[in-house]
């Protein structure tokens, strides 16, 4: 993990510098992992962008638990991204699928597809990542994150991240 700060013990306390260093990391680590996800999004193969794109969130879910001092486990962290992507069902999740789907058509498939899944699959990587940190943040690990609770704050930053993609503002950010 290189030169990554560790917690390993979750009950000793922390500086303010300790905790901003441990958040910058996560941003970091977050930032990163969603450039990936873009570039997953752009794999020409449909349904294998997808599950290139999956794997980057466990990874980061992964690189978080342990920044964070907390278990990971595959099982758990699958669940908790098969339940955020289900708060952005019908239509954004829909445009993930159609967007890898498309990819399948002769000619203009893999091209129509770049103007969908790399901006979809960053968002969606950005939201779940910084999702995780606010829970991790208030002590919480992989087995007692409630999506159900989560995924209003989720879909705002879906939708801030996909809009930040497009150059576009967000229903909720002001004016410059």
């Known amino acids: 993990m290189g030169d990554t700060l560790v917690n390993t013990d979750m009950n000793e306390a922390l500086t303010a510098e300790e905790l901003e260093e441990r ?64 708060s952005i069902v019908p239509n954004q999740l ?33 939201a779940i990542g910084r999702i995780y940190i606010q829970h991790l943040e208030a002590g919480g690990n992989l087995l007692n994150f409630d999506a159900e609770k989560m995924r209003e704050h989720f879909r705002a930053e879906f939708e801030a991240a996909q809009s930040k993609n497009t150059g576009r503002k967000s229903a909720g950010s002001k004016a410059a």
């Open 94 to 126: 829909a445009w993930g699928v159609v967007g890898s789907s498309i990819k399948a058509l002769p000619g203009v498939g893999p091209a129509l597809a770049l103007f969908t899944m790399p901006g979809f699959s960053s968002a969606v990587t950005y």
């Open 23 to 86: 958040r910058h990391h996560a941003s970091q680590i977050v930032r990163r992992k969603s450039a990936w996800g873009f570039g997953a999004g752009c794999i020409p193969i449909p349904f294998v962008d997808m599950a290139t794109v999956t794997g980057v969130q466990l990874s980061m879910i992964n690189q978080l638990s342990q920044l964070y001092g907390v278990p990971f486990s595959e099982h758990p962290a699958k669940n908790i991204v098969a339940a955020l992507l289900g």
